[in-house]
């Protein structure tokens, strides 16, 4: 088999379409975006991986596509596809997040944190807030969240680990869950010493 149709049977197997035509495997990500392989050496072989907004005329002189990668095996392809399609649901949960369309989450004001753009947050209660970090691991995109209670600003505040998720329709449901029990959660966490001596039940 050719490189490409190595590369498109690597994509088929994971779920992923592809389709070639004018020397180019085509692999779209979003509606707005595709990932193009363009071979290189077909002996290596090697094939340089771009992406590019779909649906593009041949004739758009204003648009480039981006290089981003090279890879030299179907499985690099296949793996830089999974990265990429990862790295988009990343961009697009956090930008769901910030404009809070879900009705889910319509009460509430996320906003991006200035340092590190993947935590978003959003004040509830009164004196907590609701932190949404979303990554890629292993090629999968995976949000952890965790509800912070800060009664004392000066403090470090008390952290309520809520778990990770890689379903974010569930993410949704955990982070409404999680406005709504603000003011007990707050009344309820406790800063814990470390050092403390709890007394032993007796049998």
């Known amino acids: 088999m050719s490189f490409y149709e190595d590369i498109a049977a690597g994509l088929d197997a994971v779920d992923i379409e592809s389709r070639a035509g004018g020397g180019v495997l085509f692999v779209p990500i979003t509606p707005e975006l595709e990932i193009q392989f363009v071979e290189i050496d077909p002996v290596i072989p090697a094939a ?3 992406i ?3 649906d593009i005329e041949d004739d758009d002189d204003d648009f480039n596509a981006a290089l981003v ?6 499985e690099e392809a296949v793996d830089a596809v999974s990265r990429h399609i990862a790295t988009d649901r990343v961009v697009t949960l956090l930008k769901d997040l910030i404009d809070g ?3 889910r989450i319509g009460d509430l004001d996320f906003s991006q944190d200035e340092e590190d ?3 978003v947050r ?3 209660g009164g004196h907590s807030a609701i932190v949404v970090t979303a990554e890629v691991e292993d090629n999968e995109p995976l949000a952890y969240i965790s ?8 403090g470090e505040g008390e952290v309520l680990d809520l778990g990770v998720f890689r379903d974010f329709d569930k993410l949704f449901d955990v982070i409404s869950l999680a406005a709504d ?3 007990s959660w707050e009344e309820q966490l406790l800063p814990i010493d470390d050092g403390a001596d709890f007394p032993l039940s007796e049998s």
Request: one cysteine or more; charged letters at 20%.
């Open 122 to 124: 959003a004040e509830v």
């Open 147 to 154: 509800f912070i209670s800060m009664p004392d600003e000066e």
């Open 181 to 183: 029990c603000a003011d």
């Open 52 to 54: 590019a907004a779909a």
């Open 69 to 74: 990668a090279v890879v030299f095996s179907a």
């Open 101 to 103: 369309y879900d009705e």
């Open 48 to 50: 340089s991986v771009y």
């Open 117 to 119: 753009t993947n935590i």
